[in-house]
């Protein structure tokens, strides 16, 4: 279903190149130092991993091509945070113009799932959906090859915590075993394909009623446009 592509910055667009349309997502990966955000990308983009640890400095990117359906390409551009960054006052600048978000955190270390909220608040804070809304998040807890600690030994309560911190779900994944890993990134490619339909469709609304206001016929509800008039 993919090819890759390294690399290539830039905000959301989507075109229509012949009967494909073409849709560029950006997307952060963010959590605890050595949780595995590079490994999750390395094996989702590169399909590989490795057991040395080199911790990221600042930001890092990939860039992964989907031929999502026979009329859909989809390009996602991976934005990996470095876990030193802690919720500093570089991530509003990384953040900007992300449309989902995967979460990271290290089953074998259950200060690392404590961390999560904080990170979950951080992107909370400094980036939503134009509309306003809080961009998808999906909590990967990594490392699931290894044995686990805390409160992801139960995945009920799991699943609470996601639904109260306003998850768009959970996996636990393993970027060494490869588990989970294409299943977590459809999810949330999902999810942004239908916040971006959601989205399109308000916009197209709102252009039926200016243009009804602006040729006469009518309606005076609807979104207004900044406008000399
Ligand atoms: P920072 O860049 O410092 O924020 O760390 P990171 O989150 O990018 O972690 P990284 O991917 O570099 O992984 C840290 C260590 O965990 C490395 O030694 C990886 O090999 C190891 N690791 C990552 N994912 C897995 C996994 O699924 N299973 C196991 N057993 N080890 C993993
Ligand atoms: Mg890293």
Known sequence: MNEIVKNGINGPIMTSSGDKREHLYKILIIGELGTGKTSFIKRYVHKF????????????????????DQNTIIRLQLWDIAGQERFGNMTRVYYKDAVGAFIVFDVTRSG???CVSKWKEDLDSKVQLPDGSP????????????????????????DEY???NGFAGWFETSAKENINIDEAARALVNKIL?????????????????LQGSSGYGG??????????
């Open 194 to 210: 239908l916040n971006d339909k959601l989205i399109s469709a308000a916009d197209l609304d709102a252009d039926k009623i200016d």
């Open 112 to 114: 690392t799932f404590e």
């Open 162 to 164: 996601v639904k109260e």
């Open 49 to 68: 991993f490795s057991q040395n640890y080199r911790a990221t400095i600042g930001v890092d990117f990939a860039l992964k091509v989907l031929h999502w």
């Open 220 to 229: 005076s509800g609807g979104k207004k446009r900044d406008c000399a008039c």
């Open 135 to 158: 961009i998808p998040c999906i909590l990967l807890a990594n490392k699931c090859d290894q044995e686990k600690q805390g409160l992801v030994t139960n995945p009920e309560k799991m």
